[in-house]
């Protein structure tokens, strides 16, 4: 890999663990205001709801300057949604100016990718930084559940500096100060992310004309016939997998009478299952190898379902590792193969922004949707059995779509792959 790629991973690793610890931090904090149980289900959607609104946008921004500087100021979008949560406005609007700052942070994160790197290393590349984003969400829930104990919260609250009074009074409270200078330490490793020498494309003077271009990314990646299955599949994954975290959290409220800080330990676990799958799949996944991964994402879906059946932590730390490791092993080579026929097809900046749009989508519509169902009284119980009936159901449906493209467009589909074939080999 090159010396460039481990700057981006370093600022990727310190931004991600602070969205990730920000998260634990605003459960807390509506638990303290006694706001009701749908507005901590809300968060996940309301953190991906201007990955949805801005996705024609974030694209062409991505492309419009280095990656870095991009990267940059993304870091300080997010640093100004900490604020606004730490001065006083709602946690649901302030966790959306943080996802703000994630929608443009996402396509230069991953679009360096294939500006920087050959084809035949974008799978080695995937496994490395969803590793690392991965291994950042085990130690971001983790430090978000301590950052708001009891024990740690109470050092925090108690540290005084003369003549300044900042108005932080609570542990979350603390929590989000320490998180701002996480995000400053992200920040400093995007300002050393190296120039890949790819030609930048201006952003055009009426952004509305973005529109009809984004439509057009977005059908020519759905009507190509790997790009569509890759992209219909990690968009369920990742729908899928970013609203698992409130589902846990929940679960171990109810099943296990655990705490935040307890249940994030949890969140962890699955993160290190996630972390697992994605390192294998890396050693042993081709670019090409994409589509055979689909039945695990099934299984996802009945391993969420067969949740509700667990009330022994020792039963449910394997199960969760299980339940990580399908979906990491899964992500990968769909992932590694959809950028691939992404900027093939339009370019890196726009393609990451047509996935971050169906996949951002996929989890404010299922998030909605939970959070609804808890809303209006639906037990948390039955509201995980459906989540997990949804998940498995779609992807069966995608598999479906798989086998009959191979049968319906089988020489195309070949070609498509052999392309990927020889990409991976001399790319």
């Known amino acids: 890999m090159k010396r460039g790629f ?6 990727q690793f310190f931004s991600s663990l602070a969205d990730n610890a920000l998260f ?24 991906a709801l201007f990955y949805v609104v801005l996705a024609p946008f974030v694209g062409a921004f991505a492309d419009s300057m280095t990656k870095g ?14 604020l606004f949560m730490l001065f006083g406005a709602h946690p649901l609007f302030a966790y959306a100016i943080v996802g703000l700052g994630a929608a ?25 930084i969803e590793g690392l984003t991965i291994g950042s969400i085990i130690l971001g829930v983790l430090l978000g559940g301590q950052l708001v104990s009891r024990t740690v919260s109470t050092l925090l609250l108690s540290i005084d500096l003369p003549n300044l009074d900042f108005g932080i009074d609570t542990a979350p ?122 039945p695990l994402g099934i299984g996802m879906g009945v391993l969420i379902m067969s949740l509700i059946f667990i009330s022994n932590v020792w039963v449910a730390a394997p199960f969760l590792i299980l339940l990580g490791g399908l979906g990491g092993f899964m992500v990968v080579p769909m992932n590694a193969l959809l950028q691939h026929r992404g900027h093939n097809l339009m ?19 299922l998030g909605s949707a939970y959070s609804l169902s808890t809303g209006i009284g639906l037990s948390s119980f039955s509201a995980i059995m459906a989540f997990g009936l949804v998940v498995s159901g779609v ?22 792959l052999d392309i990927a074939r020889n990409d991976n080999l001399h790319g």
Request: charged share 10%; net charge positive; proline share 4%.
């Open 347 to 365: 370019g890196a900046g726009r393609s990451i922004a047509v996935q971050n749009f169906n996949e951002n989508l996929s989890i404010l519509i």
């Open 24 to 47: 634990v931090a605003a459960i807390q904090l509506l638990r303290l205001d006694n706001a009701p149980a749908w507005q901590q289900a809300a968060l996940v959607p309301m953190f």
């Open 69 to 82: 500087k991009v990267m940059l100021i993304s870091n300080f979008i997010k640093i100004a949604g900490c």
């Open 104 to 128: 443009a942070y996402s396509p230069a994160k991953y679009g360096i990718l294939t500006e920087l790197l050959p084809a035949s290393q974008l799978v080695k590349a995937n496994g490395w």
């Open 6 to 11: 481990f700057t981006i991973m370093s600022a």
């Open 395 to 416: 992807m069966w449906l995608i598999y479906r779509w798989h086998q009959h493209n191979c049968v319906a467009y089988a020489s195309e589909v070949e070609h498509l």
């Open 173 to 294: 409270e603390a929590a989000i100060a320490v998180l701002i200078a996480i995000y400053l330490v992200a920040a400093l490793f995007n300002t050393h992310i190296p120039q890949t020498g790819v030609e930048m494309r201006p952003m055009p003077r009426r952004l509305v004309t973005l529109l009809p271009d984004f439509w057009r990314c977005n059908t020519r990646l759905w009507r190509d016939r790997l790009g569509q299955i890759s992209l219909a599949s990690t968009t369920l994954i990742w729908g899928a997998a970013g609203n698992l975290k409130t589902i846990v959290l929940t679960w171990a409220a109810v099943a296990l009478g655990y705490s935040v800080t307890q249940a994030s330990a949890l969140q962890g676990v699955v993160a290190i299952g996630l972390a697992g799958g994605a390192v294998v799949a890396s050693m042993r996944m081709k670019l090409e190898d994409g589509p055979r991964v689909i």
